[in-house]
């Protein structure tokens, strides 16, 4: 039988009406049979997420303050969900253990990652399914990276043995035998590594949209979703700020060929989104997605001939280096280059900047330009359809938007823009507009 690894974000999982929701999801299909859930997230917008509890609870107990409080109503969430499920359960014991940890020796990671450790205890208990803790599963080496090799080797024989199982997402077992979290979002990394241990057919990612979607809902009201991405897209969209799934999450199924599936606890019936190493579907708008931010700056740099002197830009890397400032983009002209960057970590380093580049490369001048906002428009089918670049130049120009900087990379996977921070909505709807609207 095929396996399917399922990963239900913390709004899927946020009271008793959600598990419920989830259950169904998970019997509707013999072939899921690892799961993988996350803390209770936010049943309505204000709530407080179970993780975000913990994460005060540590915070009480390392000034000494007293935890009755907020450890009481963290239970009152989990008590709710026992009760409105109807299970003859409790984890009082459990609850009791976290107290004493906290009081004796609290640590954030310890804190955090019980919000997904109580969760999975409810979630086996209700689906009748074994519970792993990841403790004994995942590992980490003294870096706090993931061992991959040893989680492998560990999960695959337990999962072997194992025909169905529940198994928190967010973290295992770190340095000096203590609980290591991955960063914010993590359980979605867990996911990742249980399907590829598992060789599963597709890590199915349960979330409250119906996949990825073509641009930012906060910008384009109800775009339309994103049937098929592959793992190069969603990388540059996620990089320009697109998020639906942790970064890390990708490496461990890509490297197995299995595809994840986005999908909506609130409407299972949705495709979804696939995400996959390559494809023959062809998106249905040239374009894929838009994504971007604000706040960069562009260092240009001018010299004379500058095309002909060998180890130039080598020198003005050099001046950035030096002062730890990180590069986004470098677009470069006959006798200029221009280097875009952060603009938050560029300004208290500014004025080193320009002297190491002084200094380093002797340059005829040099030129900073701030409040730049970036835009992505990315699509594998860029490369064979004529005339994107053109579209996309004449969207902006109709909603009189001046484009600062245009950079594509020769993969044709994408086009990056420039324009200024105030005309980024603009510039992202004017996009989603002549790609999107007009082809629906
Ligand atoms: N509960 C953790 C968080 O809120 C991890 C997760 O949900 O993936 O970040």
Known sequence: MMKKVVKFGGSSLADA?????????????????????????????????????????????????????????????????????????????????????????????????????????IMAKYLGFEFIDPYEVIFFNDEGNLNSYKTEKILKARLEQTPQAVIPGFYGHGKDEKIKTFSRGGSDVTGSIVASAAKASVYENWTDVSGFL?????????????????????????????????????????????????????????????????????????????????GFCAVSITKALMNSEVGFCRKVLQAFEENGISIEHMPSGIDTMTVVVHEDEFLDKEQQVVSSIHRLSQPDSVE?????????????????????????????????????????????????????????????????????LTQI
């Not at 975000?52 to 303050?65: C, K, N, T």
């Not at 359960?89 to 804190?111: C, N, R």
């Not at 461990?252 to 390559?278: A, H, L, Y």
Request: charged share 25%; net charge negative; with cysteine.
């Open 214 to 294: 073509v641009a930012d809902p906060r910008i384009i009201k109800d775009p339309v979703a994103i049937n098929t991405i592959t793992y190069r897209e969603l990388r540059e969209l996620s990089y320009m700020g697109a998020s639906v799934l942790h970064e890390d999450a990708i490496f461990p199924v890509r490297s197995k060929g299995i595809p994840i599936n986005i999908k909506n606890t609130n409407r299972p019936q949705d495709e979804g989104t696939w995400i996959v190493e390559s494809t023959a579907r062809k998106s249905s708008f040239t374009i894929t997605g838009i994504a971007g931010k604000k």
């Open 368 to 436: 900073i330009e701030s409040d730049l906002a970036l835009i992505a428009v990315v699509g594998r089918g860029m490369k064979s359809v004529r005339g994107t670049a053109a579209r996309i130049f004449s969207a902006l120009a109709h909603a009189h938007i001046n484009i600062r900087m245009i950079d594509q990379g020769s993969s044709e996977l994408n086009i990056i823009l420039a324009v200024a921070n105030e005309d980024f909505e603009n510039a992202i709807k004017a996009v989603y507009d002549i790609f999107v």
């Open 17 to 121: 009406e959600q598990f419920k929701k989830v259950s169904a999801i998970i019997h509707a299909d013999p072939e899921r049979v690892y799961v993988v859930p996350s803390a209770p997230g936010k049943r309505f917008s204000g709530d407080v997420k179970v993780t975000d509890m913990l994460l005060e609870a540590y915070r009480i107990a390392v000034e000494g303050g007293d935890l009755e409080c907020q450890m009481g109503a963290i239970k009152k969430r989990y008590d709710e969900i026992i009760t409105g499920l109807g299970l003859d359960f409790s984890l009082d014991d459990e609850f009791a253990a976290i107290m004493k940890q906290l009081k004796e020796d609290p640590y954030q990671d310890y804190a955090a990652s019980r919000g997904e450790y109580l969760n999975g205890r």
